[in-house]
C-alpha cells in the first residue's frame, strides 16, 4: 500500500556561514546580507518522505509557508523528486509565533488528509524545535520526535530515534507527524531531468510579478487577464506551484498572525563581537613562554 | 490557556528517568527559587513516574517548597501522550504562573506539546530568566511582574527577550548546564501533594519496544580548564596535540561540531548549542573558526584562550588571548613551556625586558 505523505519546509537564512560580510562594523550581523537556503533539516525530512514512496508508493506533497520567496524551497523539493507543492502565504500570517504557525500548518493539512507528516527537527533561524510537536498536536497525529530510522508496516511505524544520550525504538499508530535528525538520510540531490522541467514552476503571485513587470504601462484588467492566462497555461503543463491564503484553509483568523500569537517580543539585542580585553600573542617560543606566563599570574592555570 | 493568576506558583518539571533525576530540574530549582520568591509565591516541582516518591525529599532539599506527585505504572516511562496529559490536567487544576522544563530530548517534546494544548506561550532554550515589566508597542498596555524569558535568536546573533502577557501559564525551556546548580539544604523539607492521575482507558499511540542509554562519558560541565579542537585541526592524528595538552593542564577535551562530524573526535566531547554548554575557567579552542553555534555553548567561559591560522576567524572577537598561528607548531611549544617550568620565570622575564 501506498502513504500519502505530507512535508513541511521553510525558507531559513544561512545563519551557519555568518563571514565577515555579513558583519557590520559594529559587529552586529547584517541579515539581509545573509543567502536564503533550505532550512537543512527539512531535507532530511523530504528525503525520509520521498524514501517511504520509493518503497511504498503514494504520493509526496511538500508545504511551505511564508513569503513569495519561499517557492525556491518548493522548486528545489520538485528538483528532489516531490510530487506537488504549495505555498501557504498570507499578509495576515505575518508575525506568528510557533503557536499560530503550527495552527496555519495544521489547517492547510487537514485539507490534506495525509497518512504521514514530515518535519524537519528544527530551523537554524530559530532551532525553537517548537513546530513539528505543535503540529502533531493540532491534528491529533501521534507524534514521534528525533526519527533516525523508519520502517512501516501497514497501519503503524516502528521508529528509531535518537534521543542525545541514546537511541529509543517506539511502534506508533497511524497517522502519525515524525521531526526527522539530520543523522537519518543523505538526502538525494536534485535530478536533472526533473530540473529541467521544473524550472519553469511558478506560484500565480510569482506570476503576477512577472507580468507586471513585463506590461507595467498596460491597464490593471490588462495585466489581470494575461495573469490569469499565465496561470492557465502553467496548471496545462502541470507546473503550477499551488498558492493557498487563509481564506483558503478557513483559518480562524484569531489564532493567526500576531493576534494567534501567546509570545510577544519585549527586547532584542545584537550580538557585538568586539572583545573589551583581547590581547595578542605572536606565535613563536617567546610569545607562547609570555602567554603562558599571563595564564600562571593570574591563576588561571598552574 | 489559564487566566492570569497573580497568586499561581512557579513550576518546574522534575525530568526523571528510570528513578534518578536529571541535573536539571536541580537547576531549573535555583532559578525557580528566585522567580517564586521575587513574586512572592510558592516554588513546586511537579513529578511524574512510578515509584519515584523518594525523589520528592531531593526536590524538596533543593528548593522545591511543594512536590506534586502523579504516579501509575503507565508513567514509568515517557510517552508525549500520558506525560501531556497529567501535565495538562495538573495546570488546569492548580493555573501555576510560570512552568519550566529542561530543554532536554524529552522537555523539547513535552514542553511544546502542552503548550499546544493550553494554548498558551512557549519560549525555547532560554539562557536566562528575570521578572520584570512589558509595555505593548500597539496598546501601550503596562503589564508588571512579567516573566522575561532571554534566549539568543537567528543562530546566536541577536538575544531576544519574550513575554507571554496574557495567555498563561508563562512556558520556557532552558538548557542544561545553562543555570547554576541548586545547593542541597540538608534540614530542608517541603510538602508532597499526590495527584491522582486518570489514565485509565488511556489507549496510548506509542509503544516503546527499547531503550538504550549509555552514561555520558566526559564530564565537560565540571571541567575546570576544556581544550577544544575545531575543523582547523585538520585530522584525527592532529587532535591527538588537543589530548596533549589537556592532559598537562588536568583538563577535559572538547570538540567543535565540524570537529565531531569529521569523526576527530567522539559527540560526547562535543561543546555549543547542539552538544554541551561550558563556562569553564578557561577554554582554549584550536582551529575552531567561532560559528555562532560554537560560541552559544562556551562564550560564558571566564578566559578563552584562541589558537588559529586564520587572523580573521570570528572566534578572535570573544577571545580574551589569542595566537595566530599554526596549532601543529603552537601548541607543542605551549607543552614544552609547561613542562619546563623551571625554565617559565626566565622566560617570561627575558620576554618582559624585549
Redesign the interface.
Known sequence: MGYNCVVCVKQVPDTKRITGQAMRDDGTVNRAALPAIFNPEDLNALEEALHVRDQHGGTVTVIAMGLPAACDVLRDSLFRGADQAILITDRRAAASDTLATSYILSCAIRKLKPDLVFCGRQAIDGDTAQVGPQLAEKLGYTLVTYLEELTLDGQAACVRRNIGNGFEKVRSRLPALFTVMETANHPRPPALRKALKCKKARAPVEIAKAVEGALGSASAEAKAQETARRIAEMEAKGLLIAQWNLDDIEADLGWCGGAGSPTKVHRIQSIVLAGGDYKEFPPSDRGVAELIGELIQDHTIG | ?IEMNRKGEVWVFAEQEAGHLSDVPLELLSKGRELADQLGVPLAAVLLGHKVRPLCATLAKHGADVVYLAEDSVLAQYQ??SY?RVVCDLITAYKPQICLFGA???G??LA??V???M???????CTDLQI?E?T?VQTKEHISNLL?QIR????????????????WPQMATVREGVMRMSVAEAGRTGKTIAFPVSLAGVDL????????????KVNLKGAR?IVTGGAGVGNRDNFRLIWDLANI?GGAVGGSRAAVDLGYVDHDHQVG?TGTTVRP??YICCGVSG???HRAGMQES??I?AINIDK?A?I???????????MN??IP??IK??RSGAG??D??K???K?
Not at chain 2, 119 to 125: E, H, M, P, Q
Not at chain 2, 316 to 326: L, N, Q, S, T
Open positions: 490557556m508525549t501522550t501531556t532536554t530530548a524529552m523539547r517534546d511544546p506539546t503548550a499546544s494544548a494554548k498558551c506561550g512557549l519560549t525555547a532554550d520584570g512589558h505593548d522575561l539568543p535568536a537567528f543562530g546566536g546573533n541577536i538575544i531576544a527577550t519574550i513575554v507571554n502577557p496574557h495567555r499511540p506509542t509503544e516503546v519496544l527499547d531503550s538504550q542509554r549509555r552514561p555520558k580548564i593542564l548549542q575557567a578557561l560559528a555562532v553555534q571566564a578566559k584562550l580573521d570570528p578572535f572577537g570573544i577571545a580574551h588571548f589569542g595566537i595566530v598561528g599554526d607548531e603552537v611549544r605551549m613551556t609547561i617559565l620565570s622566560a617570561v627575558s620576554a618582559s624585549a
